[in-house]
């Protein structure tokens, strides 16, 4: 990370000029955009920045780029690795788009809605069914992250099985370059085979490359309904086959697959008061499959693959919801897993990707080996099971204090890590590297590929002032 010099009260003047009227935060009140929901990223900024329109992001971004002064995109601040708060020096300025929230267009022949970047996921959900579309990004915090920082991420979420990542529903972008010009990308096409495809840089680059303003999206038929189930498994083996077996079955129906330990009802019961609908199974699998029926018509042929699976084997026990409450009861528990790890006491958090053939051999090695250096250690595996993602967040043993856990982090990291990359994995799959991954870059990605990650950013931001000291290391 370069060494950025304090911002000047003339810089900051002028600032808050082009942010306009009302896109200004500063003093006390910045303090919660500084501060992360979750594992205690902090830092300090002299001002935040609200515009409202695009062309204040370029203007604000042009001052920066004149004067050397750093910025800190940020969206909803929902992030999970320290990517969009700032540094304790305090001489970075925060680029919130929070009040970029029109909705450009929507296309229903088209198949395509094109939103600013402050525009919440939920939000964009909800303008999609309106027009009888569904845009199927789906995440915990839909209701709060922006659609903005969701690309920045490329987002994953519950339904990537059918649908795909943030980059796959991705047409068009509009971003603001690090010397504030605008590239205007926002192209509803399937097909362009016209050079490179600039929009795959911005996405997942976590505002380092470019601040992302605007998106086309694209849209899908809205399902009828939905069929949910939640179903016992001896393994995630055993889950991986089942896997197959109901793709064969249903096909493009089936949109999530979500395998999760029985410590994860546990802790949930424990915590929040959920009941645990399959008490005693090992691992379980919450499953979804939406279509073009009714719910009872969905219902009853999810039942029917689930009752040939039954007679193999392959699970030994399942709960079909009969209800929309139901449905939503079962996938609450899921939601709130978050939440859950809290309340349990401390954890450390890997969100990793292997091949999904070897996902029963990573967590299996995984926890032997955490569990002969840390007796008592509680595991707690869940994830997107179709995409290989596994959220591996071991719990502290009950008489360990929080610090003393937290003390372990680089060695628990080692640990975990170090089994994923021999599968040939990644350790991150949808929560980005930001500041949390930076330093295993070096062990994760090769030098040629650093290497050229790092002329990519050298290209487009050469004096690094966009979001420094972020996914790449020094």
Request: charged letters at 20%; glycine letters at 10%.
């Amino acid at each position: 990370m370069n060494v950025h010099a304090r911002i000047t009260t003339d810089v900051l003047s002028r600032l808050r000029v082009a942010a306009g009227p009302g896109g200004v935060v500063e003093g006390p009140d910045t303090e919660p955009y500084c501060i992360s929901w979750r594992d205690n990223w902090h830092g300090a900024t002299p001002l935040v920045l609200r515009p409202d329109t695009t062309a204040r992001v370029a203007e604000i971004v042009r001052i920066c780029a004149e004067t050397g002064t750093p910025i800190v995109p940020q969206g909803g601040n929902t992030g999970l690795t320290g990517g969009s708060q700032p540094h304790a020096t305090g001489n970075e300025v925060i680029l919130s788009t929070s009040r970029l929230k029109r909705v450009r267009e929507v296309d229903p022949l088209n198949d395509t809605i094109t939103v600013e970047a402050g525009v919440t996921l939920l939000e964009v959900q909800e303008h999609a069914a309106h027009a009888g579309r569904l845009f199927p990004l789906s995440l915990a915090a839909e209701g709060t992250c922006q659609i903005g920082g969701n690309l920045a991420t490329n987002a994953g979420g519950v339904q990537v099985l059918r649908y795909g990542n943030a980059r796959a529903l991705t047409l068009g972008l509009e971003v603001v370059t690090a010397d504030g010009a605008i590239w205007d990308g926002l192209r509803g096409l399937r097909k362009d085979n016209a050079g490179y495809d600039m929009k795959q840089l911005f996405i997942g680059s976590e505002g380092t490359l470019g601040i992302i303003t605007a998106a086309t999206l694209k849209l899908l038929p809205l399902p009828t309904d939905s069929a949910v189930a939640l179903v016992a498994v001896p393994s995630p083996t055993v889950a991986v086959e089942l896997l197959a077996r109901l793709r064969g079955a249903l096909g493009e129906l089936l949109s999530a697959f979500e395998l999760m330990h029985e410590n994860n009802f546990a802790f949930a019961q424990e915590t929040m008061g959920h009941v645990d609908p399959l008490p005693g199974a090992g691992w379980r699998v919450l499953l979804q499959a939406d279509g073009p029926q009714g719910r009872e018509a969905m219902t009853d042929r999810l039942e029917e693959a689930l009752g040939a699976a039954l007679e193999d084997g392959h699970i030994t026990d399942a709960v079909v919801a009969r209800s929309e409450a139901q449905s939503a009861q079962l996938w609450r528990i899921r939601e709130d897993q978050a939440e859950v790890q809290q309340r349990m006491g401390a954890g450390i958090k890997h969100d990793v990707s292997v091949p999904v053939s070897r996902i029963d051999a990573f967590i299996a090695e995984a926890d032997a080996a955490l569990a002969e250096r840390y007796p008592g250690i509680r595991p707690m595996s869940f994830g997107h099971l179709g995409d290989g993602n596994v959220h591996y967040n071991p719990i502290r043993p009950a008489d360990w204090t929080d610090a003393d856990f937290k003390a372990e982090t680089e060695v628990v990291n080692r640990i975990v890590h170090d089994i994923v990359i021999a599968m040939n994995g990644s350790i991150t799959a949808e929560h980005g590297v930001g500041r949390l991954r930076r330093a295993e870059m070096l062990r994760a990605r090769s030098p040629i590929e650093l290497a050229m990650m790092r002329a990519v950013k050298r290209a487009l931001d050469p004096q690094d002032i966009l979001n420094p000291g972020k996914v790449l290391p020094d």
